[in-house]
């Protein structure tokens, strides 16, 4: 079995820190680890990785990128982060928020972050093109380690929850709806929603999801959706994968308000709530006036945080612009609209 190059930090010459992907030979590492739902998860993630070098079972692993970095040391693991893509082609990877285990290390939390970070970018083939995270807008560690690795600022997202389900939901009427066309994705408009979420995505986005029609299979679930009418699609709920172990949707609408949304989007979303409690739904900081609906709604704004890509094409923008030492208060300003409609793509069609 191939050795892989790791990556090693020295802050104390007596002691060091090394990046790996995490292996087989690291099982008498995880005897040490208390969780055990932690370490049965490591243990799987050790499995797939060791196949994966080894070349078992070829034609299942060469799709299957979920790999997990450790950071070690004295024998013992002190971080992790995972990796796993984003869609079916695996042109762009997902790297997750780091982990630290242990706060005693050699290392400080910026150096374990950006070890752990700059390893996993390393880790790759000649078909990704991309690596996403999301940070939260104070981790001040994160979005720092992924500036320095070349990551640019893509946008803000809003997460939304309901916390107070009222009884009045369970009793609606149906028959209220001005607009009662909330339908499952099937394969009969599987290639419609997929154009229009295509088509309301900024021409970078576009570019580095490059979503197919089996990305929207991967996201769909009983509770994802779309509202038809008269054959238009106004608005899609599905399940954003970006968040791996969370129940977080994504609500996307066309780039300009339909008020034929209004009169029933707050139920819609009222019913998703009622049988998803727990679900969050995700929205972009840059959508204001679906953003004001929810609020005026009674759909309370939790968290936000900032997404980060590395791309071939955002690299080459920031030499030409030399954007990468700016401030953070100079990056969130540009992540304002800039109020141009970007062109729809050709629409797929359908078989």
């Not at 009169?263 to 727990?278: A, Y």
Request: with cysteine.
């Amino acid at each position: 079995m191939k050795q892989d190059t790791n990556h090693v930090l020295n802050s104390n010459k007596n002691q060091k820190v090394t990046f790996e992907e995490l292996h087989i030979r690291h099982l008498k590492l995880l005897i040490d680890l208390k969780s055990k739902k932690l370490n049965n998860w490591f243990l799987k993630m050790a499995i797939i990785n060791t196949f994966d070098d080894l070349k078992i079972f070829l034609n299942h692993l060469k799709k299957n990128k979920h790999k997990c970095i450790i950071a070690i040391e004295e024998k013992k693991i002190i971080g992790y982060l995972n990796i796993f893509p984003l869609n079916d082609k695996g042109t762009c990877l997902r790297i997750s928020k780091p982990n630290i285990i242990s706060i005693k290390t050699s290392i400080s939390e910026k150096e374990l972050t950006f070890g752990l970070m700059k390893k996993s970018i390393s880790i790759t083939d000649i078909k990704t093109s991309s690596w996403v995270i999301n940070s939260d807008i104070e981790s001040t560690h994160l979005i720092s380690s992924a500036r320095e690795l070349g990551f640019q600022p893509l946008e803000k997202v809003k997460l939304w929850s309901k916390n107070i389900i009222k009884n009045s939901f369970k009793h609606r009427n149906k028959d209220s709806y001005s607009i009662d066309e909330f339908k499952e994705i099937n394969n009969l408009n599987l290639t419609n929603v997929l154009n229009f979420i295509r088509s309301n995505q900024s021409p970078l986005i576009r570019t580095i999801l490059d979503l197919t029609q089996k990305d929207i299979s991967n996201r769909n679930n009983l509770n994802s959706g779309a509202i038809i009418y008269n054959d238009s699609i106004l608005c899609t709920i599905l399940k954003d994968i970006n968040f791996q172990d969370s129940k977080i949707y994504t609500l996307t609408i066309g780039r300009s308000w339909d008020n034929r949304l209004k009169p029933v989007l707050k139920e819609i979303l009222n019913n998703f709530f009622e049988k998803s409690p727990s679900s969050l739904i995700k929205t972009y900081e840059e959508n204001t006036e679906l953003n004001n609906y929810l609020e005026n709604s009674g759909f309370t704004d939790i968290f936000q945080e900032i997404i980060l890509v590395r791309n071939t094409i955002i690299r080459n923008k920031s030499k030409q612009i030399n954007s990468i030492n700016q401030s953070l208060e100079s990056i969130f300003e540009k992540l304002n609209p800039q109020g141009n409609v970007y062109p729809s793509p050709f629409p797929l069609k359908s078989k």
